[in-house]
C-alpha cells in the first residue's frame, strides 16, 4: 500500500509540475510574441507623410527661386532679390520642420538632411545678394541632404525619392 500511495504523490507531483512549466512557457511565448510586435512597427506611412508635408512647404515659398534658377539667360536684378527672398523663406521654413518622434530609426538622417536643405537655402539667399551669384555650393550642401534623406528611406526599406526633382 505505501508503494501505491508513494507512486501516486510522484505522479501527482510530476503532472503538477508540468502543468506549472507549461504555464510559464505560454507565458514566455506571448511576451515574446508582443515584444516582436512592438519592435516591428511599420513607419513607412510616417515617413512618407513626413516627406510629403517637407516637399509642400519647400514648393509652397520656393517659386520664385525656381523662377530665377530656370532662368536660361541672366535674370534682372529684381528677379534676383526676389529669388533671394524665396530661398530665406524656405530656409527660415525648415528650421521649424522636426522629424517627427515615431521616426526615432531615422531621426538622425532627417535632422541631417533637414540641416543641410536649410544650409543650402540660406547659402543660395546670400548668394544671391551678390551681383554674379554661384550656387554650386549651395546645391553642393543640398546634394548632401538628399543622400542623408535617401540613408532615412532605406532604413525603413523604400525607395528614397529624388527630392530636388519634386520641387517645383
Not at 504523490?9 to 508582443?34: N, P, Q, W, Y
Not at 524665396?86 to 521654413?93: G, K, L, Q, Y
Not at 542623408?148 to 519634386?166: D, Q, R
Amino acid at each position: 500500500m505505501k508503494k501505491f500511495w508513494l507512486l501516486g504523490s510522484a505522479l501527482a507531483l510530476a503532472i503538477g509540475l508540468t502543468a506549472c512549466s507549461g504555464k510559464s512557457e505560454e507565458k514566455a511565448s506571448e511576451k515574446k510574441t508582443e515584444e516582436a510586435s512592438t519592435e516591428k512597427v511599420d513607419v513607412s506611412g510616417t515617413l512618407l507623410d513626413f516627406y510629403l508635408g517637407l516637399k509642400a512647404k519647400v514648393n509652397a515659398k520656393d517659386s520664385d527661386l525656381n523662377a530665377y534658377e530656370g532662368a536660361e539667360e541672366t535674370p534682372a536684378a529684381d528677379v534676383r532679390q526676389k529669388a533671394s527672398e524665396s530661398a530665406a523663406a524656405v530656409a527660415a521654413e525648415l528650421k521649424n520642420i522636426k522629424a517627427p518622434a515615431e521616426l526615432k530609426d531615422q531621426k538622425a538622417d532627417l535632422e541631417g538632411a533637414l540641416k543641410d536643405f536649410t544650409a543650402s537655402y540660406e547659402a543660395k539667399a546670400e548668394e544671391l545678394k551678390k551681383d554674379a551669384p554661384s550656387l554650386d555650393a549651395a546645391n553642393e550642401t543640398f546634394t548632401q541632404g538628399e543622400e542623408k534623406l535617401k540613408k532615412a528611406f532605406e532604413s525603413a526599406k523604400l525607395v528614397a525619392p529624388t527630392f530636388s526633382a519634386e520641387l517645383q
